[in-house]
């Protein structure tokens, strides 16, 4: 294994060098950084299957000459999976920038881009890998420049540059919490090193335990971006080149949902009173509701799927959150029935939310824009690129026999199973939770249905639209690849639970492979096969033998099938784009039922003709949707900082003397304190 994990990092290497040593021809260059992230991220996929089938786990380690910092990895269960994770939908993407890269020959550094590519891709390994604070700290800062770096590809935008610096501002601002539970944690062990967090000398009081458990909320939470620090997605992940943005939005995040997990399950031993768990869950809940409904408004795809990622981290966050409850009534097999589930969407999420953002990234390779008003009628044109999109618009909307379906429902069962909780006030907590949950999905197919529809459906509704050709043969083989991971997940979960178990058992205390998967492992049966039971092979059986009924059906009653064309009835006059159901126009009823929560505004402008006002020459209508969080929460912080920092500009008077005299008074008040 640590052959592997050799050969994982030098590819890494040797992919951030070798685009600046060969000739600056595009195709070179994209193949120079592809090759080596291709090799990097399959070693990373065997490393990971080896780490979660292993019956112990390796560590490895380099000296340092700097104190505290020891840079140790550790490859157990819970490191192997989110290892496994990082590396497929890596493996994806890179096969995918091999032919998506070329689209920047010319307006950027095609070299830059590769060698940045791989550099996140192993910063990204090295986080899920890290077993000592310091070393940690440092992949996650290296994570968070390099992916905004990608970030601002395109710098000479407006848009793009003030999307980078916002970016930037959050992610530091989340370190900056992280590493105030680092120093708590340091406190408790007199050390760095994750081995000794784990145990410590002398536990944290009651009170550095909670205040460890917010600080690590908050500064991951800002990266996995949990409502309401989820501001800077949708502006960042739409900015990034396109299979940066699968890997962003896939599993960068996910490097959060996996230092959650190691400190209140790893390191906090996984004792908590039951309000943390009911936090997590009330924030999922909140995070899933509102992602989705943000996400219905947008017409430009990429941010679509950007919101996206905040409904399904909520998601994440609603299995953990239960499990968190349960583990802190001692209901250990429920514990770990809701850490599988978020586990699994955790995957899930990573192959069909990658798979999107590679499917925009298509479109926008194709059509040069993002807004889905300007697209229409591309699955005539872009076959391929629409049955992969459309998998993984079934996976995300939780359809069967998809992956989305199965994980969703994992998490539904853990939320109804808690009648046997004692309190009163969680008994009905987790069902409403499950009753949000419900009405997200509902809209998440609503949303999906309008992307799809408006965009590959009809008739095209621009020129690029009418012009755009099917993406090259390595974008194909990219998005396939992640579709075929969809299904296989969807149709197979016996294959991954088993191992996903591995990974639950020393964090939750218990194994219940056993009790998850019934009739030998062909249906799931979470905990109790009496609450109920799934079979997903049998359930995809019976849709696909329903499909070959109804087609026996056609044959049958129907006539020989042959393909018969229409002109469709246009009440006398000829079809054109313009009658077309647009995206603005699908989701107007929704807006209207959720109008408390959007408050929208509109701004109708009519031309009429210069002859008479009784006819309109040209309207032009316009309607926006209230930023409530940046208008309510960050708008007037940043407001008071500026105010502040206004206030405090009279310390910097521009005199020598004044700036000795602080340090004096400084030094004097730290001998007193010291004293």
């Known amino acids: 294994m640590l052959n592997l994990l050799w050969i994982l990092l030098g590819s890494y ?49 380099l000296a340092s000459t700097i104190p505290l910092l020891a840079f140790t990895i550790r490859i157990d269960p819970l490191a192997a999976f989110f290892l496994l994770t990082i590396s497929l939908a890596g493996l994806a993407a890179s096969i995918y920038a091999l032919g998506y890269v070329r689209h920047f020959d010319g307006r950027a550094s095609v070299s830059t881009i590769g060698s940045l590519f791989n550099g996140f891709l192993c910063s990204m390994t090295l986080v899920v890998l890290a077993d000592n604070g310091f070393f940690f700290l440092i992949a996650w800062e290296l994570m968070s420049l390099l992916s905004y770096f990608l970030v601002v590809t395109e710098h000479e935008k407006t848009e793009v540059r003030y999307a980078g610096l916002f970016y930037l501002i959050m992610t530091h601002v989340g370190t900056a919490f992280i590493i105030v539970a680092f120093l708590i944690l340091f406190q408790g062990a007199g050390s760095f090193s994750f081995e000794i967090f784990r145990h410590p000398n002398q536990s944290l009081p009651e009170g550095m335990r909670t205040l460890a458990f917010l600080m690590a909320l908050i500064g991951f939470g800002t990266k996995a971006g949990i409502v309401p620090l989820h501001v800077w997605l949708p502006y960042a992940h739409p900015a990034a080149p396109s299979h940066i943005s699968a890997l962003m939005s896939g599993v960068m995040i996910k ?30 809940a ?3 509701l509102l992602g989705v409904m943000y996400a219905l408004m947008e017409h430009d795809l990429k941010r679509l799927l950007a919101f996206h990622s905040v409904e399904n981290i909520g998601i994440i966050l609603l299995g953990i959150g239960a499990g968190m ?44 824009v993002r807004n889905i008003e300007e697209y229409g009628g591309l699955l005539r044109r872009m076959p391929w690129t629409g049955v992969f999109f459309l998998v993984g618009a079934v996976s995300i909307s939780a359809l069967p026999p998809t992956n989305g379906f199965v994980s969703e429902w994992l998490v539904f069962q853990s939320l109804f199973l808690s009648y046997q909780l004692p309190t009163a006030f969680l008994k009905l907590m987790l069902p409403i939770a499950a009753a949000i949950l419900a009405l997200t999905g509902v809209l998440a197919l609503a949303c999906f249905a309008k992307a799809f529809g408006i965009s590959f459906l009809a008739l095209a509704r621009s020129t690029q639209a009418r012009h755009a050709e099917e993406v090259p043969a390595p974008m194909l083989v990219g998005m396939g690849l992640l579709a075929a991971f969809c299904v296989v997940l969807g149709v197979a979960p016996m294959v991954m639970l088993p191992l996903l178990d591995r990974v ?26 009496e609450f109920s039971s799934l079979s997903t092979p049998a359930l995809s059986l019976l849709l696909m033998a329903l499909a070959l009924l109804g087609w026996g059906l056609a044959v049958t009653f129907g006539g020989r099938l042959r393909k018969r064309r229409y002109k469709t009835w246009s009440c006398g006059i000829n079809l054109t784009p313009r009658m077309e159901y647009t995206a603005t126009g699908f989701v107007q009823p929704i807006k209207r039922v959720f109008s408390t929560v959007y408050q929208p505004t509109a701004k109708l402008e009519t031309e009429f003709l210069h002859e008479s006002r009784y006819f309109a020459k040209r309207r032009h209508f316009e309607f926006h949707i209230e930023p409530i969080f940046e208008k309510y929460l960050y708008d007037p912080l940043v407001a008071f900082f500026t105010t502040l920092a206004d206030r405090l500009r009279v310390i910097q008077a521009g005199s020598l003397h004044l700036y000795l005299t602080y340090i004096f008074v400084t030094l004097i008040l730290l001998l007193l304190l010291a004293v």
């Open 325 to 368: 409850v349960f583990q802190s009534y001692g209901l250990k097999e429920l514990a770990a029935l809701g850490l599988l589930a978020g586990l699994y969407h955790t995957i899930n999420h990573a192959m069909f939310k990658a798979l999107l953002f590679l499917g925009a990234g298509s479109l926008l390779y194709a059509t040069h």
């Open 13 to 61: 290497v040797v992919g951030i060098l070798l685009p600046f040593c060969l000739p600056r021809r595009a195709e070179v260059q994209s193949l120079s950084a592809g090759v080596p992230a291709v090799v990097a991220t399959s070693a990373g996929v065997v490393l990971g299957l080896l780490g979660l089938t292993s019956s112990g786990f390796i560590t490895g380690s």
């Open 286 to 288: 909140t995070s899933a």
């Open 255 to 284: 490097t959060a949902i996996y230092a959650l997990i190691r400190v209140y399950f790893d390191f906090l031993g996984g004792q908590f009173p039951w309000w943390w768990g009911f936090t997590v869950l009330f924030l999922g």
């Open 504 to 529: 639950v058992a020393p964090l939750a205390g218990i194994s219940i492979e056993g009790k998850v998967l019934a009739m030998d492992g062909w249906a799931l049966a979470p905990v109790n096969v």
